[in-house]
């Protein structure tokens, strides 16, 4: 079975525009979380999916959002880039919600 | 926010020597996790230890957890390169509901091993 896959891998944008970064996960997880890494820092939660519901959100902006979709995949959006969003951004997603399975992350640069 | 710190921030050893990473957390848990990160892309989970356990044991790998002192240990023996990576604890916070996948990690802990 493919493990959780993220696209694009690497992604370059200015300030103030808009980005929207793809996760699949493992077939059969219907649970999918998105991750905020900051170099030299651990990932930081932003929110949350099950059955295409969000369950939680973590302590960021309303130009963050994030949708799941019937098969389970995941969009997450952030509006009016500025230059402390880049980071990695990592999906995860789980069967029953503890063990998390991660996918290799789109490195976000806003320049 | 991150939920609390893991000590040493950088460990450096040689092969075959055992390696103790350690990881403090400031609320009440259902469970504590570690995870491995390879050059900065996505992490490998490696060990999960419930609230209500002590110890666990996975190949290599020994984790402790003290709820009473809100910390945890991860114990890697006998070390190869290739165990150079970065470590991170993370924690399921006690609260409503089932957490789906919210986990808080800690700040991590870069372990290099030289062979």
């Known amino acids: 079975d493919a493990g959780v896959t993220q696209s694009p891998t690497h992604l370059i944008k200015t300030r103030g525009q808009h980005v929207t970064l793809r996760c699949s996960p493992i077939s059969g997880h219907k649970s999918v979380s998105w991750y905020q890494q900051v170099l030299g820092q651990g990932p930081q939660f932003i929110f949350q999916y099950y059955e295409k519901e969000e369950r939680g959100r973590g302590n960021f902006p309303d130009r963050f959002s994030a949708r799941q979709f019937p098969n389970y995949s995941s969009e997450l959006n952030v509006n009016a880039l500025l230059l402390g969003d880049s980071a990695l951004y990592l999906c995860a997603s789980s069967l029953q919600g503890e063990k998390l399975f991660f996918g290799s992350g789109t490195q976000l640069s806003v320049l | 926010s991150q939920q609390g710190e893991e000590d040493p921030q950088a460990l450096s050893i040689q092969e075959g020597e055992n390696a103790t990473m350690n990881c403090s957390y400031k609320?009440?848990?259902?469970?504590l996790q570690w995870y491995r990160q390879n050059s900065g892309r996505g992490l490998v989970h490696l060990i999960l230890?419930?609230?209500?356990?002590r110890e666990k044991h996975s190949g290599r790998l020994r984790v402790t957890l003290d709820t009473s002192k809100k910390s945890s240990s991860l114990l890697i023996t006998a070390s190869r390169a290739a165990d150079t990576a970065s470590y991170f604890c993370a924690t399921d916070e006690k609260g409503g509901g089932t957490s789906y996948g919210k986990l808080t990690f800690g700040q991590g802990t870069i372990l290099t091993v030289h062979p």
């Open positions: 609320t009440s848990i259902n469970n």
């Open positions: 230890i419930r609230s209500n356990e």
